[in-house]
C-alpha cells in the first residue's frame, strides 16, 4: 500500500491484508522454485510497486517483508536469489521501509529500495529482469496502473512464457464503486473519470453504471454493476495479455461486499494451478484470524457468522471433480496431465480446497474402473497422469 492509507493502518493487519499477505506468503516461494530453472545464475527478480512501510508497528510483516523473508528463506535452502525491488512515494513510509531492507541486505538478501512511484521505475525493473523470471505485485491504496501500460509489459516486453512473468494486482472495488457514483452523477468529477478510463484500458465500463441507471436506479443495480465491471476487466486483461487470469474477492467479512479483487495473470498452468490451491490455503487463514478476533471482541460490533465445516466442503468437491476428471477422460479419450487443465479439474472449487483433495477424487475414480491411474507414487497432485478406463463405471460417487 502507499498513498491513501490512513493514520491508522500501519498499526495492525487489517482482515483483507490477512488473506493478500497469507497468499503472497504461500505463493512467492514455489514461484521462486518453479521458475528459478529459467535462469542462467538462477535469479528471479520481484517487485513490489506500492511497498508501503514494509512491517507493522506491531512488528508483524507486511509485503515488502515477507518477500524479504522469502528471499532470505530462498537463498539459504536451495542458493536461488530473489532480487527485489521495492517502491513507495511517501517520505514517512520510504524511511521506513528503507530501514527494514537495510536489514535484510545485512543477511545476504538482494534488494533495492526506490522512493517514487512504481510507474518511474518499472521499466528498469524489467530490463534488469530480461533473461531471468519476474513477478509484479502491485497493491495501490487507489488506482493501480493503467491497463495499456500493463499490457505493454505482460504482452511486448514479456510476451514469451518462458522467462515466466507473473502479475498479482490490487484492483479496487472501492474505486469502482465510487467512480460509478460520478457517472450516475450529473456532477461527477471528468478528471476522475477519464483517470479511471486508463485503468481499464477505455470508457467501456461507464456503460455499466449508465445500464444501472437506467434499469433500475438502485444500488443494487450498481452493486452489480461493480461486480461486471470487475469481471470485464479481468477477461480484457486476459484477451490483451494471451494470459490465464483469475480474480479473487477480499473483504472485511462474509457480510460484506469486497473492498478489493485480487487479479493473478500468468502464463504457466503449474503457476495457475499453485495459485488456486494458495488462494484455498489464504482464505482458511483469513476465516481463522476473523473467528479468533470475534473470539478476542475486536469485531464485537458484527453478528458472528458461522463458516462451513472446510471437511463438509472438501466432501462436497471430491465426487465433483472426479465427475470433472471423468468428463475430462471421455472429451479427450486419452491420458491427461492434471495441471494442464486446472480449471476443468477444480471447476467450481477453484481456490475453495487444496489439491489433496484432486487425489482423493483420483482414488475415487480408480476404485471404480474409471482409469487404471490411483495417483500412488506421485509426489504431487498436479503431476498425476490419468488415464481413461471403463468411463461407463462412473456413478457420481455414489455406491
Known sequence: MSSGTGGGYWADKALPSVFKHELLKRYLPPFGGMTSTQSRDR???????????????NGEPASAEIALRVASFLRARSGLTLECFFSEPQAKSFDRLHEVVQQYLARGVRAHAHRGEVDGVLDQVVERAIREPLFLFLDPCGLVLPQDRLVDVLAHKRPAARPATELLMNFSMMAVWRLGGHVRSPKGNERSLQRFDDVCGGTWWREYFADAV?????????????????????????????????SVPVSHSPRKRAVYRLVFATRSPYGLWVFGDAVARARATWWKTLEEREEDGVLFSMASVTRKDPKEVEAEAIPQIAENLAKLLARTGRPVKLVDHTLEVFGAFYGQVTEPVVRQAVRLLHGQGVTPSNGVGVKRPREITLHPGDLTAWRGGRA
Open 43 to 57: 535469479r528471479v527478480v520481484y517487485l513490489d510497486g506500492y511497498a508501503g512501510e514494509g512491517r507493522y508497528e
Open 214 to 246: 437506467a434499469s433500475r436506479g438502485t444500488d443494487g443495480a450498481a452493486e452489480d454493476a461493480i461486480e461486471a465491471v470487475a469481471a470485464e476487466y479481468a477477461r480484457r486483461l486476459a484477451r490483451r495479455t494471451g494470459m490465464f487470469v483469475q
